[in-house]
């Protein structure tokens, strides 16, 4: 029985849970997998609750955390190496930087044969200075090196790393899309839609332009700011246009003031504003209880993974916008379920976002088109069975 020890930067909200839960929980029997994380951020929504309602169990590494930690990060990489030396794994599968990074030395100096590493994203762009950045390549390349697989999220993704930034031979890159469970998106999405349109004073016949993720300058939330106010001053209809944000994180309040400036009425969790034209919801963890309510979900980032709300927003039905970075190119169906956007460009998010406002039937056909793409390729049975031959290939299975 092959052995997987699989190890997560941390059991925050996004991709990387829902890929290890799924991975964990529905290999095939003959596989026996230890699943272990670090602990979310204060800002940040835990996603335990995705590894409990699987009933899949877990072990917590409260050392590990977001951000390089000198106090805690050797004390980390020393726990990984116990939890080797008692789990015995053949492989050593790791996903995202700070559990690839101590999850993968650690695995090296134990002489664990087969070590796996996830990109879910990277920092290779958007995040640091060019001198930090060179650094990063740099780790990135000695720790691929020890590696016998790494694995890309998306054919944009594989590019970056195997060719643009030059992390390993693209020949070792092995290209596997997330998958998630889908099947709750496409439930009660009338009674969702009005459920939540009535909460927060949002009449049936307004258009709701979404946005979820985390507050973090990543994010680039200013360029949504100026993409809707450029939709506002555009629109010519008497239809009233209002944003819903869902996320939290450093740099909320910072939003929230860029809409204030420009005279829109704000609602917040800490002050609630019923009919407001821009809602703060902060974290949501059914978001299948919100995406219904949008008319479409917009992303404006300036880097990307897979992101999983474009996922999931289009297995709802609901038409994406979003800057033309990372993996997003690979995670929507150009001018069928979505549009990409320049990054540097909110005026080409508000164009795309006017056209979904002005033509409900484009919108309702993106919608359609959008369910039916997600659920093809974005499905976690796929994502199972493809993990499962790389693993099995590696004992010539």
Not at 44 to 68: C, G, K, V
Not at 110 to 125: M, R
Not at 138 to 160: H, K, N
Not at 177 to 197: I, S, V, Y
Request: hydrophobic share 40%.
């Amino acid at each position: 029985m092959p052995r997987i020890l699989r190890i997560v930067n941390r059991f925050n909200i996004g991709g990387p849970t829902y890929n290890a839960a799924f991975l964990s929980k529905y290999l095939p029997g003959d596989f026996e997998t230890m699943l272990v994380g670090g602990v979310h951020e204060a800002d940040e929504e835990s996603s335990e609750f995705i590894l409990q309602n699987l009933n899949q169990e877990y072990h917590l590494l409260p050392e590990m955390r977001r951000a390089l930690r000198w106090e805690t990060d050797p004390k980390a990489y020393r726990r990984i190496r116990s939890l080797i030396r008692e789990f015995k794994p053949d492989i050593v599968h790791t996903h995202a930087s700070k559990a690839g990074a101590i999850g993968r030395i650690a695995a090296r100096s134990e002489g664990v044969k087969h070590i796996v590493h996830t990109f879910h994203g990277h920092v290779f762009h958007s995040y640091f200075g060019k001198f930090k950045t060179a650094v990063f390549k740099q780790i990135e390349r000695q720790l691929a090196a020890m590696s016998t697989c790494i694995i890309a999220i998306s054919e944009q993704q594989a590019l970056e790393i195997g060719e643009i930034h030059r992390i390993c031979p693209p020949a070792k890159i092995r290209i596997i899309p997330l998958g998630f469970d889908l099947n709750r998106f496409n439930e009660k999405k009338r009674e969702r839609r009005a459920a939540f349109r009535r909460q927060h004073g949002i009449d049936e016949n307004d258009f709701v332009v979404g946005h979820i993720g985390r507050f973090a300058p990543v994010k680039n939330h200013g360029y949504f700011v100026e993409a809707f106010l450029k939709l506002c001053e555009a629109a010519n209809t008497k239809t009233a246009l209002k944003a819903v944000l869902v996320g939290d994180g450093a740099l909320r309040r910072d939003t929230e003031a860029l809409f204030t400036a420009q005279g829109f009425s704000i609602s917040t969790p800490e002050a609630p504003l019923p009919g407001a034209q821009i809602i703060f919801t902060s974290w949501i963890r059914g978001v299948e209880e919100v995406l219904p309510a949008f008319d479409v979900l917009a992303l404006s980032s300036r880097n990307e993974g897979t992101p999983v709300s474009l996922v999931e927003a289009q297995a709802a039905g609901v038409p994406v916008v979003s800057t033309d970075v990372g993996g997003v190119r690979d995670t929507l169906l150009e001018a069928r379920s979505g549009f990409l956007c320049g990054v540097h460009s909110p005026e080409s998010m508000s164009r795309r976002l006017l056209s979904l406002l002005d033509e409900p039937e484009l919108r309702y056909r993106m919608g359609a088109a959008a369910s039916e793409y997600a659920f093809s390729r974005f499905h976690y049975q796929r994502m199972v069975s493809e993990h499962e031959a790389l693993y099995r290939s590696f004992y010539g299975n």
